[in-house]
Structure formats: structure tokens, C-alpha cells
């Protein structure tokens, strides 16, 4: 994936539906809005187990398959129950989940994303890396702890490699809620802000402006226009909301208009 494909929506349907003919209809639902818009980019990321059968029964419908997350481990071997990235890439997948504050959560470090990352990047995938402070303090140590996210990243991987790598900036505080709970838009245009800084001032020049950054954490049908406009984001990725086909394409619908307003004559 590249520059030129912003806006995006990316789904995160984590450890959803139950079964293959679950994930066909949920698939089959998007399906029917996603390639007849003109703007976003639409990336669905099922549980690794659906990635085949979806890539064979909907290959040309201009939809994104990618992973939630991929093996440390490169290629095959004896590693019971891992999934590469160069597996992840023979199913039609062209991007990876890496580093998501559930699997943060289950111990997964800063070296082991990194580790992930350049695995993914390797194989040809594109990496949707996924940083976010867990709550925001008064003192603002919450930015440095975003900065050697990034920062313990990109300085381990190859500037060859910048291009096909987006950021998701999902504040855990803000993730599986209502509406209510997603960041307002005033600190996600302060945020992405800091993050495009942080990218031009400690990694490469220019990569701030360069580089997708997407929103995640309760995006919903009715406040994606407010964190989509004027925010300094190239689009979301969505949990919950994922899971039930209308209500992703109506988020769908919000960016594809919000966008052809304000962004697509400076194209
Ligand atoms: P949410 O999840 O949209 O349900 O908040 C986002 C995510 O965890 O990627």
C-alpha cells in the first residue's frame, strides 16, 4: 500500500465472527458498498483462518485483505502455531497488523514489534503499525512514551522500507467504546500533529508529512466526519464497528464524502 492510497478504512475484526460462512456474509456486506465509492481505500483484516477463503471468492473486489499480526519468525519452520508473514502474503494478503495494544498487552515489547515489522515488510507486505499511549498524564510523559514507540521502530528498520509502512494511533483509553469514548477531535489534531513532528524531527526528514497515519478507538457511523475533517489523519481503523457490514459501509460513506469535500481538489 502506498501514499496514493488515502484515504483508508481498515477493519480490525480481531478474533470475529465464529465461522467461515459468518465472516463470507460480513464480507459479502462490505462487499456490496466498498467497491463502488471513489475514495477510501478499503483494507478488511480477519482472523488469519479466513484470510484464504475470502482472497479466493472475492478476489477483484477492489478490497485490501490483511493479518492482524504475522510470526517473528521468518519463512517456514518448526514454529507450532506461528504464522509468517511470506504465508500471510501467499493468501492474497497485502498488509499486516503489527504491534496492537491487545497483543502489547500480552507481553509483546517495542523489540518485538520491531522485530514483526521488518519480518512483514520483508516478505512485501505493508505494515500498519499500531502505537498509543495508555492514559494521558498531566506532565505529558505519555508523549515520550509515543515517541520510542515510533522511534524504536523506524530506527530498526531500513528507510527503503518507510514507504509502505502506516501508522494507527489508537489511544487504549479510547478503544471498544460508544462513540463517546473515541478522542475528541481538537487532541486527535494535536496528536497526529506530534506524531508527524516526532517522524520529520527524529527519524527522516519530510517522513511526517509522508507517512499514513490512521485513527483507531471507537470510530463510529456518527463521529467519523468530526475526526476525519481537519484532524490531519488519512483515514481509520475500526474494531467494533467493523462487525456489522452497514454500519462499517455508512462509516464507508462518511469518509468517501468528507474526503471528495475537503481533501480531493488538492490532489
Ligand atoms: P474499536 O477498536 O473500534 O472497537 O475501539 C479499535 C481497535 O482496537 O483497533
Not at 11 to 16: D, E, F, L, S, V
Not at 74 to 92: C, L, P, R
Not at 95 to 118: L, P, Y
Not at 127 to 151: A, N, P, S, W
Request: glycine share 8%; aromatic share 6%.
Amino acid at each position: 500500500m502506498k501514499n496514493t492510497d488515502a484515504p483508508i478504512v481498515a477493519a480490525n475484526w480481531k478474533m470475529h465472527p465464529r465461522s467461515v460462512s459468518d465472516a463470507k456474509k460480513l464480507f459479502s456486506g462490505v462487499k456490496r458498498t466498498a467497491p463502488h465509492l471513489t475514495h477510501p481505500t478499503t483494507v478488511i483484516c480477519p482472523p488469519d483462518v479466513h484470510l484464504g477463503v475470502l482472497s479466493e471468492n472475492y478476489s477483484g473486489s477492489k478490497i485490501i485483505l490483511g493479518s492482524q499480526d504475522i510470526s517473528i519468525h521468518s519463512d517456514v519452520g518448526s514454529q507450532t502455531g506461528e504464522v509468517s508473514a511470506e504465508q500471510i502474503k501467499d493468501t492474497g494478503s497485502a498488509v499486516a497488523i503489527v504491534g496492537h495494544s491487545e497483543r502489547r498487552a500480552m507481553g509483546e515489547t517495542n523489540e518485538v514489534v520491531a522485530k514483526k515489522v521488518n519480518r512483514a515488510l520483508e516478505a512485501g507486505l505493508s505494515v500498519m503499525l499500531c502505537i498509543g499511549e495508555h492514559k494521558r498524564d498531566e506532565g505529558g510523559d505519555y508523549l515520550d512514551f509515543l515517541v520510542e514507540q515510533i522511534t524504536s521502530v523506524y530506527n530498526n528498520v531500513d528507510r527503503r522500507f518507510y514507504q509502505r509502512m502506516i501508522i494507527a494511533y489508537e489511544p487504549l483509553w479510547a478503544i471498544g467504546g460508544g462513540s463517546n469514548a473515541a478522542v475528541t477531535p481538537h487532541v486527535l489534531h494535536q496528536t497526529s500533529g506530534f506524531i508527524r513532528k516526532t517522524l520529520h524531527k527524529r527519524v527522516a526528514r519530510g517522513l511526517g508529512e509522508e507517512t499514513l497515519l490512521l485513527y483507531g478507538g471507537s470510530v463510529k457511523r456518527d463521529n467519523a466526519r468530526k475526526l476525519f475533517v481537519d484532524t490531519k489523519i488519512d483515514g481509520f481503523l475500526i474494531g467494533s464497528a467493523s462487525l456489522d457490514a452497514d454500519h462499517f459501509c455508512d462509516i464507508l460513506g462518511v469518509v468517501n464524502e468528507a474526503y471528495s469535500e475537503h481533501y480531493a481538489d488538492d490532489e
